[in-house]
């Protein structure tokens, strides 16, 4: 597998643009579905407190024999928990459940717009980061109005927006606010939660690079510029998902790919979650 390029963020922190997802990854079979991610050469593992998986991935992080200054460590702060005490306390357990010292990437997980308190939990976690418990405070599923809050309260950017991104659903604006306010733009659920993987326009490209569908996907990722983070518990699709870097998409493909987009989320809408 090529080396995975890296992305620097507003805050210094250097990441690899793919990164291994580990949703639904728990207990044994998750700890080494993990290991397998982290031995085929993804350095970034994207957990989070709702996952309940922040203890599968401290094993697997001491199972993989890579150092661990070399690993990008990733969970999130659930919504239930954002005045500022419950994010402290809850940070700090998500650190003792995972066994480690330090988050690399801390994440907001959904702003809970109707509750008000993402503000408040974006400075605990900057203090926190201030502590040493966290190398990079970031959110997921903000929105322009909800990244303009937190700047104007705080003084600063998150690092990362972690967002449903896809053809899909490209999200071309909110990739444009990201570029202006220096936000790296994440994606989740990249491949459409898998349904885009027979859509005839990306089977078309595939067949005609040769590649599979999920590497045009991921490969559309790179080409935007974004942190892309597939799921897989194969070792096999794991390697193929990373596998993206001997070849380009054209001009034309890349243009096939961004006439997809019409808005259609295949999870929530931030102003809806309440978790």
């Known amino acids: ?17 793919i990164a291994l997802g580990t949703y639904n990854l728990r207990g044994a079979s998750g700890v080494s579905s993990m290991v397998s991610g982290i031995e085929a050469g993804y350095r970034m593992l994207d957990s989070a407190f709702n996952y309940e998986n922040e203890g599968a991935l401290g094993a697997a992080v001491r199972r993989c024999g890579i150092p661990r200054e070399e690993l990008r460590l990733v969970s999130k702060l659930p919504g239930r928990h954002q005045r500022y005490d419950e994010a402290v306390y809850t940070l700090e357990e998500s650190l003792m459940r995972a066994g480690l010292d330090y988050w690399d990437m801390y994440l907001i997980h959904w702003p809970n717009p109707k509750h008000g308190l993402y503000v408040e939990a974006f400075q605990a976690l900057l203090d926190a980061r201030d502590r040493g418990l966290i190398r ?6 903000f929105l322009p109005e909800h990244l303009e809050r937190v700047h ?12 449903e991104l896809h053809p899909w659903l490209a999200q071309s604006e909110l990739r444009s606010t990201h570029a202006q306010m220096g936000i790296a733009t994440e994606s989740w659920s990249p491949l459409g939660r898998g349904r885009l993987l027979t859509d005839p326009v990306v089977v078309r490209i595939a067949e005609a690079v040769g590649v599979s569908p999920a590497q045009v996907i991921i490969r559309w990722h790179l080409q935007n510029g974004l942190v892309v983070i597939p799921k897989s518990t194969h070792r096999e ?8 870097i001997g070849f380009t998409l054209d001009d034309a493909h ?5 006439a997809l987009d019409q808005g259609v989320r295949t999870g929530s809408h931030p102003d809806q979650v309440q978790v």
Do not use: H
């Not at 699709?237 to 993206?244: E, F, G, K, P, Q």
């Not at 890349?254 to 961004?258: E, K």
């Open 1 to 17: 597998m090529s080396e995975i390029p890296a992305y620097t963020l507003n805050d210094g922190l250097d990441v690899p643009a």
């Open 136 to 141: 990079s405070v970031g959110v997921c599923n």
């Open 152 to 163: 104007a309260e705080t003084g600063e950017y998150p690092s990362v927006n972690q967002i």
């Open 237 to 244: 699709r794991m390697i193929a998902n990373a596998d993206v």
């Open 254 to 258: 890349m243009a096939a790919l961004d």
